[in-house]
């Protein structure tokens, strides 16, 4: 009897671990329903912008602003954010680069006045990028010769990848990327909600990839770097970063082919760089755009 009463209390635990595993799959690929609210706006500036609405290629309409440059400029830099943010919280620290360059920013799905859709932390959001680009050469082909991207946290993820895979992309700006999305979901878990990766996060892994149909973790920065293939790259990080620690991007420098460069801010966590940096921050942001773009 006892022997039975343990055996059906292991499989109780392990019926609880799969369910609880399978909920927390939600939060790897969870339909935004509370989202950040756009805040900050170009106007607030006196900038002159258009608003640009497109769809992606699952028919999810996404917006965002094209800034021209001060003088006519055939450079653009397109801007992607990271998780749970949205184009304002990288508007802010990176439009001084109008003075040269047109600006792009726009929201991934289910993220500021973009339409809803799940969120993969990198993969669903490549196909964002690819259709964020596509607008701009096919409306503003003229304004658009050449670009460049730059990417906060998940968006320096997608920024490789899209950076890796169009031919169109001149160079690329990593900031706080994580190095696999298996080992960013993991910290997360255990930053943030105490969870251990056996066996809640190897599960909720599986599960999402189950969810999915497709394995997230080919689309780490991790898997793609490489194939940027000599397109210059800048990899900039907090040394105090805990959830895109220094060690990963300092991995993503070693892996990526020359010419690249990489920058570690002491002092500075996720998504800190530009507060703490200042005017450090934006000389060499625009230095290496002046050079490669």
């Given amino acids: 009897m006892i022997i039975l009463l343990i055996a059906l209390v292991v499989i109780l635990i392990i019926l609880l671990a799969v369910f609880v595993a399978y909920k927390e799959s939600d939060k790897i690929i969870l339909r935004h329903t509370k989202r950040s609210q756009v805040t900050t706006f170009p106007d607030q500036f006196h900038l002159p912008f258009e608003n640009v609405i497109f769809k992606n ?4 309409t996404l917006k965002g602003w094209f800034i021209p440059a001060e003088e006519e400029s055939s450079k653009t830099i397109v ?3 990271g998780w749970g943010l949205n184009k304002g919280n990288v508007f802010h620290s990176t439009y001084f680069l109008r003075k040269k360059y047109n600006l792009f920013y726009f929201d991934f799905r289910g993220s500021g006045e973009s339409g809803e859709g799940l969120s993969t932390i990198g993969y669903v959001e490549t196909r964002d990028a690819s259709a964020a680009i596509e607008k701009l050469l096919q409306t503003r082909p003229e304004k658009c010769k050449e670009i ?5 946290s998940m968006g320096a993820a ?6 890796a895979h169009n031919a169109a992309v001149k ?3 990593a900031e706080a990327c994580y190095y696999s999305y ?3 979901v993991a910290r997360w878990a255990r930053v943030h909600k105490h969870v251990p990766y056996f066996p809640l996060v190897a599960l909720a892994l599986y599960f999402a990839k189950k969810r999915l149909g497709i394995d997230p973790e080919d689309f780490s920065p991790k898997h793609n770097i490489e194939k940027l293939a000599g ?4 990899i900039i990080n907090g040394a105090d970063d805990s959830l895109s620690p220094r060690h990963d991007a300092r ?3 070693h892996a990526a082919k020359e010419p690249k460069q990489i920058w570690i801010v002491p002092n500075a966590t996720h998504t800190e760089v530009p507060m703490v940096a200042g005017q450090q921050y934006k000389n060499r942001l625009g230095e290496f755009f002046d050079k490669y773009l």
Avoid at 148 to 152: D, E, I, K, P, S
Avoid at 158 to 163: D, H, K, P, S, T
């Fill in 148 to 152: 460049g991207l730059y990417g906060l």
């Fill in 57 to 60: 290629a699952d028919g999810i």
């Fill in 231 to 234: 397109k210059p790259v800048f």
């Fill in 251 to 253: 991995k993503l420098y």
């Fill in 182 to 184: 298996e080992k960013v």
């Fill in 158 to 163: 997608v920024a490789i990848y899209e950076g």
């Fill in 79 to 81: 801007f992607m954010h």
């Fill in 171 to 173: 160079c690329v700006v």
